[in-house]
């Protein structure tokens, strides 16, 4: 397969690197917590790598597994290290109480982290709307992304295929506002009674 870097030491790297590993692909994990990414590194095993933060990641597909607040600075501190890299935003920018969003419609994550990055770089929306613990399950499960860039897009298709995920593309970036607000849809359903172990999805009929 091949490597892919995860940026984040959280339980969303945990989820997505150990599903990753599992599959055949080599993980790079960076962190500004090196002791919890080292950790992380030996829980999911199969040859998991800890790389220096901030400095040019092995991967050409670059997980931002951090929080929203801090992705557009995370970013930035890597600077021209991520040119050429694409960069898939996973993160939920929610309200204090998880009923709305904190961006605005052109103003998505996704859309502020493309503008914040090195020129050549392409940022794609996905892994937003499935709960850590579906993913973890390692199960078939449906995902919505969205790129600017149609070879980008394809990229992280084939990426979560080899997952054992239905990867169903939405469209261009600005499509990473209607994402962030299918984690809100998720958590809404979840919260109401669905219960946590539920995932979005699209079934023809």
Wanted: cysteine-free; hydrophobic content about 50%.
């Amino acid at each position: 397969m091949t490597t892919i870097t995860i940026i984040g030491s959280g339980n969303m790297a945990t989820a997505i690197g150990t599903r990753a590993a599992k599959h055949g692909h080599t993980i790079e994990l960076m962190s500004r917590n090196t002791a919890k990414a080292q950790a992380l590194a030996a829980q999911i095993g199969n040859g998991a790598t800890v790389g220096t933060f901030g400095a040019k990641p092995l991967g050409d597909i670059v997980i931002l597994a951090v929080l929203y607040a801090s992705a557009v600075e995370v970013v930035a501190k890597y600077g021209d290290a991520v040119a050429g890299k694409i960069l898939v935003d996973i993160t939920n920018p929610f309200n204090a109480d998880v009923t709305g969003l904190v961006t605005t419609e052109g103003h998505s994550i996704s859309q502020q982290i493309a503008a914040a990055a090195p020129k050549g770089t392409h940022v794609v929306k996905a892994f937003n709307s499935i709960l850590q613990g579906v993913l973890a399950e390692d199960k078939p499960v449906d995902v919505f992304f969205a790129g600017d860039s149609a070879e980008a897009r394809a990229h992280v298709a084939a990426f979560l295929a080899s997952l054992d995920m239905r990867p169903l593309d939405a469209g261009g970036l600005e499509m990473a506002y209607v994402l962030e607000w299918a984690g809100v849809l998720l958590v809404g359903l979840a919260r109401n009674g669905a219960g946590f172990d539920i995932a979005l999805g699209a079934k023809a009929t």
